[in-house]
């Protein structure tokens, strides 16, 4: 019984630390051991203000997508929709319309440009990753031809002091309120409903998922079109925090999201992936561009860096599933040649 239970133990244990999750935790600790080496100033209080701050629009952002890429899809466009959607929150409020019907009509804009993508990629048959690379362009140009290089900063107070303000006596900025319950509703619809088991469902097998009634195209639209709002919220979101709703507004926001997404350990083949994972990629690429950013680090060699990242997120995964099916086929073999001795 002893020697069962500590076997029991010991398999929980190597299971614990084979986790995505583990990894990244481990990761963490290490970039945050990185932050605090290379510069003096990372556990100031000032600096875990304007970290935790600058982190909320690509937080936001990849939730969506990370349902998108477990269902087996792909949409690069976030980050020019959500350039678009603070150019049309720019434009309503430059032409006097009240803060709810600005924000309304950004969402709005959102929802339809994930509509757009949706339709295009299930009813036409085409890949989303060329798709979302059309619109990637579409929407950004959209954006210059609303705003052109005007940039619009005009916003009521009220607005500015939620985008901008923290939480009394925290470094937690306010709008961690609706990214915290972002995250929250994504995490049991992911883990606890019929819905999340069919966004898993079809990402590891869609033709198996429609044999078994699962609407697939209408779940993906539907992907689409919450991607689309959600990333046209974060745009009205950054473009208070900035104090300004620009064309250029979340520009290169792309590779810092697909990295969160990828690192966290959503397969890229669909199927697989946490949200606690997504929380985890996303303190890890927040805390590693704000550590090389005090350290000086060459912009364009922060973009290199995170570029490696996210090869290094899609190859290990992929990687270590070859290792697993080969270590599995040799076992096989072993125990067939064991049976044909015996």
């Not at 961690?176 to 995490?187: F, K, N, S």
């Amino acid at each position: 019984m002893y020697n069962r239970n500590k076997s029991s133990r010991g398999q929980r244990i190597r299971k614990l630390l084979a986790r995505r999750e583990t990894h990244l935790i481990v990761l963490f600790l290490l970039v945050l051991g990185y932050a605090g080496a290379t510069s003096p100033y990372f556990f100031t209080s000032t600096n875990i203000f304007n970290l935790s701050s600058g982190v909320v629009e690509s937080a936001m952002v990849a939730v969506p997508l990370a349902l998108i890429v477990m269902a087996g899809e792909i949409d690069i466009s976030v980050g020019p929709m959500l350039a678009l959607s603070g150019a049309v929150f720019g434009a309503l409020i430059v032409v006097g319309a009240p803060l709810l019907l600005a924000i309304g009509g950004a969402v709005a804009t959102g929802l339809l440009g994930g509509l757009i993508n949706g339709l295009v990629v299930i009813k036409l048959g085409l890949p989303s990753l060329v798709v979302t690379l059309g619109t990637y362009a579409l929407y950004g140009g959209l954006a210059y031809v609303i705003l052109g290089p005007v940039a619009v900063s005009s916003f009521p107070a009220s607005f500015i002091d939620f985008t901008q303000g923290y939480i009394p006596d925290t470094p937690i900025p306010l709008t961690y309120i609706p990214l915290a319950t972002l995250v929250l509703i994504a995490a049991f619809a992911l883990h606890f409903t019929r819905f999340g088991r069919w966004v898993y469902f079809v990402g590891r097998n869609a033709e198996a998922a429609r044999l078994a009634g699962v609407r697939v195209g209408r779940l993906k639209i539907w992907l689409f079109i919450i991607a689309g709002g959600v990333s046209a919220f974060a745009g009205v979101m950054l473009a208070g925090r900035l104090s300004s709703a620009r064309a250029d507004n979340g520009s290169g926001f792309v590779l810092d999201i697909l990295t969160i997404v990828l690192l966290g350990g959503i397969a890229i083949t669909g199927g697989e992936g946490t949200i606690l994972g997504l929380v985890l990629a996303t303190a890890i690429v927040a805390t590693l561009r704000n550590a090389m950013t005090l350290a000086n680090v060459d912009p364009n060699v922060q973009t290199t860096l995170i570029g490696l990242l996210l090869i290094l997120s899609v190859a290990a995964p992929y990687s270590q599933r070859l290792l697993r099916d080969r270590h599995q086929r040799q076992r096989a073999k072993m125990l067939a040649t064991a049976q044909e001795e015996s």
